[in-house]
């Protein structure tokens, strides 16, 4: 079982559909990242975060320590949001375990 | 705009070359990550140094890969000799991570990664 499990492993969607993906993990933590990379490959961090909420425009960000969880919404969403989005745990050092992926897909 | 810069950006060999990546983290981070990415993998750590002193390199083939900090500066990722199942994207990563022991995993920022084909 690998340690950090995302779903769905690809999701399609219409453009102003409101999109969840989940991250489960099942090791402790000190912070989780959610993270896109775009067709183009780079990656950008979107979200670090070790208790609560977080909000940045359309994107949020929850997690829940207890049940080892955590969401990443998207409002509205748009074509210009298709991306890979990847779920990654870190350890006190900073090293991050990564989850496989979603592949989102945002059709107008 | 501070951003970490990898080079090469692509890069095609042959097995049994050598190849080095390079990678100029964002100054004043002290930490700096190897991570290899493919179809079937996925994203993997490699190695990582804090401080410039080498912390975790378990991830890496001890045979044929190194990596090292020759200064603040730079991070370099060789392999030696080279084979096809290496052919992988390597990025490298930056951050700012407090000491052990404290509830912090610094943001890390990305390079936009070595392409790396070996034929």
């Known amino acids: 079982k690998n340690e950090v499990e995302q779903s769905p492993q690809n999701l399609t969607a219409q453009e102003g559909e409101f999109i969840t993906i989940n991250c489960s993990y099942s090791?402790?933590?000190?912070?989780l990242h959610w993270l896109q990379q775009h067709p183009g490959g780079g990656i950008v961090s979107l979200f670090m975060?070790?208790?609560g909420k977080k909000k940045h425009g359309r994107l949020i960000a929850t997690i829940n320590i207890q049940e080892k969880h955590s969401s990443l919404h998207i409002t509205a969403s748009h074509p210009r949001d298709s991306a890979v989005y990847i779920c990654?745990?870190?350890?006190?050092?900073?090293?991050?375990?990564f989850g496989k992926g979603t592949k989102l897909s945002v059709k107008p | 705009d501070a951003r970490v810069t990898q080079t090469p950006r692509h890069k095609v060999t042959e097995m049994g070359q050598e190849v080095t990546m390079r990678c100029q983290p964002i100054?004043?981070?002290?930490?700096v990550f190897w991570y290899r990415q493919t179809m079937m993998q996925g994203l993997e750590l490699l190695a990582y140094?804090?401080?410039?002193?080498?912390?975790?390199d378990s991830g890496m083939p001890k045979d044929r890969f190194s990596a090292e900090m020759p200064d603040a500066t730079l991070a370099t990722l060789k392999i030696q000799p080279s084979e096809p199942r290496d052919s992988a994207v390597y990025f490298c990563?930056?951050?700012?991570?407090?000491?052990?022991?404290?509830?912090?995993?610094?943001?890390?920022?990305f390079g936009e990664g070595s392409r790396l084909t070996v034929l």
């Open positions: 990654a745990v870190g350890g006190s050092q900073g090293n991050l375990i």
């Open positions: 975060l070790s208790s």
């Open positions: 140094f804090r401080n410039r002193a080498p912390l975790d």
């Open positions: 090791v402790g933590i000190s912070a």
């Open positions: 990563a930056s951050g700012l991570v407090q000491k052990s022991g404290q509830n912090n995993t610094g943001e890390l920022f």
């Open positions: 100054l004043g981070h002290n930490t």
